[in-house]
């Protein structure tokens, strides 16, 4: 690894990529998260046993932002796949209310008021 700012991504096929921390805990938490719990290593090294060296080095691309994918087009439902994985775009399967709730607790705000725990008016 060259810098104290980077990681080590390993694909399912053994292809090894250095990359930078920040830019890959900014672009999902996922990433984040991963980087977080690996951060008492000397060497931080991402596993993604799924994914092939190729499409590792095309979603570092796009977090980069140097390819530039359609990933809900037909075509590309393995990219669409691989994004989901590393968290860079929702899961198809997007739940508004986790969300929901995730982005009011962030923000400090409570959509359960009432006593019941139901929004009155």
Known sequence: MERSTDC?????????????????????????????????????????????????????KIIKGDAFVDVWAQENTDVLAAAELVGIVPQRAFDLTA?????????????????DGRNQA
């Open 8 to 60: 080590v991504i390993i694909a399912g096929d053994g292809v090894r990529f250095v990359a930078d921390k920040k830019m890959l805990s900014d672009a999902s938490a996922f990433f984040r998260d991963t980087l977080s719990a690996l951060c008492h290593l000397q060497e931080q090294v991402i596993q993604l046993p799924t994914l092939d060296g190729k499409m590792v080095e095309l979603m570092i």
């Open 99 to 115: 969300f929901r709730n995730e982005f009011s607790v962030d923000q400090g705000w409570d959509f359960n008021f009432g006593s």
